[in-house]
């Protein structure tokens, strides 16, 4: 609100001009005028003048009215020099300042995920670029600026475009000549020690010659593997080579090798690396694939020549592949004939070298034989059998035992990987019939059929045979003896009589006569 006000004298007219209708009036009072501008503007800026008229005459006064206010947001920030935790921001001054001097920036970064912005400076920044530190490499960020001026801060600036602080890996580690030749070179390194968020998208290969600091591309592009052969090479040529990591924050400090390297091929003879795990016997099962590589070293290419058991190898049953490095043996689908002594050959001229492999294809084993009951008692069943006819190529590791009730006929094993050839079945039932089987057993597993006994063992029950005691012969004989008294009769003439007695004898009395 703007106020123009003329003391205490003589009676005045004052006059208006105003475009601004209702937001520009003028308040009379009894001693003096009062002009006003509600919610001054930037287009009220300008000079005003005040006529005060009475009879007498008039007078002219001049007032110049400044608007001043917060400035315009700054346009977005760029961001420059981006690296492993920090980078620099960089703007422009707003188009308009308030209509006061710019005292300073502040400025405010926050993840790109999150809505929370964070305050990175309480003085003001007086320049126009800050360097921001102290950001997790990896995460993704945005930054906006305000501006200062006496009134007070603008409205913050549109966020900047998304970055991540990323930086370049370390350098790669330990550049070496893995192989040479008239026209080509193999170089192996180590990948970097530190790769960062950034990641890692590949590695450039340059060389120069010696006495030269050109350095010229090796191959077109990034190679992603850790060696790497150069060809088409000047032959006699010294060389130096360098490798260089790259991510998306740039190219890393070179790995470079110490001397230079002729490029010719250099003699070497032949010899095989025999794997540690083939200087045994490779055992594998019948089905299996047989997948052997053999490393060796020589030059030029060593002629390559592989036997079996002294004869050569027929290419239908055992595949061969020979390269510059190695020779590889394949057996698609092993078989027991593919068992038994491999010599493979390396040859240059009159240097040789020789290594042989013994391979031992293993099967499950045949069933055992004549197994038999060869006694029986209380609860108890003694077993005997021999081994099987077909070890299945390799040692019998055990035997598996089962029974089997005749009323059920469901199978239970007793012993299992059981070493010997003979066992004792305990703790069967009595009164019932058995039935036994055994499996043999090697490194694939049981035999694919059992043995069974031919014939059964009935466990019988207690008392149920009857065995008469023993008892020695008593002697029953004894003389005749009358137990009764006998008692005189009176007969009637012409009558039948009857005269009875009672006695005993052992044997009995066979005849009794009356006198």
């Given at each position: 609100?703007?106020?123009?006000?003329?003391?205490?004298?003589?009676?005045?007219?004052?006059?208006?001009?105003?475009?601004?209708?209702?937001?520009?009036?003028?308040?009379?009072?009894?001693?003096?005028?009062?002009?006003?501008?509600?919610?001054?503007?930037?287009?009220?800026?300008?000079?005003?003048?005040?006529?005060?008229?009475?009879?007498?005459?008039?007078?002219?006064?001049?007032?110049?009215?400044?608007?001043?206010?917060?400035?315009?947001?700054?346009?977005?920030?760029?961001?420059?020099?981006?690296?492993?935790?920090?980078?620099?921001?960089?703007?422009?001054?707003?188009?308009?300042?308030?209509?006061?001097?710019?005292?300073?920036?502040?400025?405010?970064?926050?993840?790109?995920?999150?809505?929370?912005?964070?305050?990175?400076?309480?003085?003001?920044?007086?320049?126009?670029?800050?360097?921001?530190?102290?950001?997790?490499?990896?995460?993704?960020?945005?930054?906006?600026?305000?501006?200062?001026?006496?009134?007070?801060?603008?409205?913050?600036?549109?966020?900047?475009?998304?970055?991540?602080?990323?930086?370049?890996?370390?350098?790669?580690?330990?550049?070496?000549?893995?192989?040479?030749?008239?026209?080509?070179?193999?170089?192996?390194?180590?990948?970097?020690?530190?790769?960062?968020?950034?990641?890692?998208?590949?590695?450039?290969?340059?060389?120069?010659?010696?006495?030269?600091?050109?350095?010229?591309?090796?191959?077109?592009?990034?190679?992603?593997?850790?060696?790497?052969?150069?060809?088409?090479?000047?032959?006699?040529?010294?060389?130096?080579?360098?490798?260089?990591?790259?991510?998306?924050?740039?190219a890393s400090e070179p790995c470079t090798m110490k001397e230079p390297v002729t490029i010719?091929?250099?003699?070497?003879?032949?010899?095989?690396?025999?794997?540690?795990?083939?200087?045994?016997?490779?055992?594998?099962?019948?089905?299996?694939?047989?997948?052997?590589?053999?490393?060796?070293?020589?030059?030029?290419?060593?002629?390559?020549?592989?036997?079996?058991?002294?004869?050569?190898?027929?290419?239908?049953?055992?595949?061969?592949?020979?390269?510059?490095?190695?020779?590889?043996?394949?057996?698609?689908?092993?078989?027991?004939?593919?068992?038994?002594?491999?010599?493979?050959?390396?040859?240059?001229?009159?240097?040789?070298?020789?290594?042989?492999?013994?391979?031992?294809?293993?099967?499950?084993?045949?069933?055992?034989?004549?197994?038999?009951?060869?006694?029986?008692?209380?609860?108890?069943?003694?077993?005997?059998?021999?081994?099987?006819?077909?070890?299945?190529?390799?040692e019998i590791t055990g035997y598996t035992i089962q029974k089997a009730d005749k009323k059920t006929m469901e199978w239970f094993t007793v012993y299992e990987h059981y070493?010997?050839?003979?066992?004792?079945?305990?703790?069967?039932?009595?009164?019932?019939?058995?039935?036994?089987?055994?499996?043999?057993?090697?490194?694939?597993?049981?035999?694919?059929?059992?043995?069974?006994?031919?014939?059964?063992?009935?466990?019988?029950?207690?008392?149920?045979?009857?065995?008469?005691?023993?008892?020695?012969?008593?002697?029953?004989?004894?003389?005749?003896?009358?137990?009764?008294?006998?008692?005189?009769?009176?007969?009637?003439?012409?009558?039948?009589?009857?005269?009875?007695?009672?006695?005993?004898?052992?044997?009995?009395?066979?005849?009794?006569?009356?006198?």
């Amino acid at each position: 609100r703007t106020e123009l006000s003329q003391g205490r004298g003589h009676r005045r007219h004052v006059d208006i001009i105003s475009d601004n209708d209702g937001r520009v009036h003028v308040e009379t009072h009894p001693d003096h005028c009062v002009f006003i501008i509600e919610g001054a503007e930037k287009s009220d800026e300008g000079q005003y003048t005040v006529v005060v008229q009475n009879p007498a005459g008039e007078d002219k006064a001049a007032i110049n009215v400044k608007v001043i206010e917060v400035p315009s947001p700054p346009e977005s920030p760029k961001i420059l020099n981006i690296g492993e935790d920090f980078c620099t921001a960089q703007w422009e001054p707003p188009k308009y300042d308030g209509g006061m001097p710019i005292l300073g920036y502040i400025l405010e970064r926050k993840k790109k995920k999150s809505y929370r912005w964070m305050r990175l400076n309480y003085d003001l920044v007086k320049e126009l670029s800050y360097e921001s530190k102290r950001m997790i490499e990896g995460v993704i960020y945005e930054m906006r600026i305000y501006a200062v001026n006496a009134i007070g801060m603008s409205l913050p600036s549109q966020p900047s475009q998304p970055f991540m602080p990323i930086a370049p890996t370390s350098e790669p580690t330990g550049l070496n000549v893995d192989d040479v030749s008239d026209t080509s070179i193999t170089l192996k390194w180590r990948p970097p020690e530190r790769i960062g968020a950034g990641g890692l998208d590949g590695y450039i290969i340059e060389y120069c010659k010696e006495g030269s600091s050109d350095w010229v591309p090796a191959l077109q592009g990034l190679t992603e593997r850790t060696s790497c052969m150069i060809r088409d090479l000047p032959t006699g040529e010294r060389l130096t080579f360098r490798v260089k990591a790259i991510n998306l924050a740039g190219a890393s400090e070179p790995c470079t090798m110490k001397e230079p390297v002729t490029i010719r091929e250099i003699m070497q003879r032949p010899k095989i690396w025999l794997p540690r795990f083939l200087r045994q016997t490779l055992v594998k099962r019948v089905g299996e694939t047989v997948n052997i590589v053999i490393p060796f070293q020589g030059k030029p290419r060593p002629v390559v020549t592989w036997l079996k058991d002294g004869q050569p190898i027929d290419p239908k049953q055992v595949g061969i592949r020979n390269s510059e490095a190695d020779t590889i043996l394949f057996i698609r689908t092993a078989e027991r004939r593919h068992s038994g002594e491999y010599q493979v050959k390396i040859q240059i001229e009159n240097c040789e070298d020789t290594a042989t492999i013994r391979i031992q294809i293993v099967d499950k084993p045949s069933a055992p034989q004549n197994l038999k009951i060869v006694e029986i008692w209380g609860f108890n069943v003694a077993l005997e059998w021999s081994p099987p006819q077909d070890d299945g190529n390799t040692e019998i590791t055990g035997y598996t035992i089962q029974k089997a009730d005749k009323k059920t006929m469901e199978w239970f094993t007793v012993y299992e990987h059981y070493r010997r050839l003979h066992c004792v079945v305990s703790d069967l039932i009595m009164g019932n019939e058995y039935f036994f089987r055994v499996f043999s057993e090697n490194m694939c597993g049981l035999s694919e059929k059992p043995f069974n006994s031919k014939n059964s063992a009935v466990i019988q029950k207690t008392g149920i045979a009857y065995k008469p005691p023993n008892y020695k012969d008593h002697e029953f004989g004894e003389a005749p003896k009358f137990t009764h008294p006998l008692s005189n009769r009176s007969v009637i003439a012409g009558y039948n009589a009857t005269l009875s007695c009672a006695l005993r004898g052992s044997p009995k009395v066979g005849t009794c006569k009356v006198t």
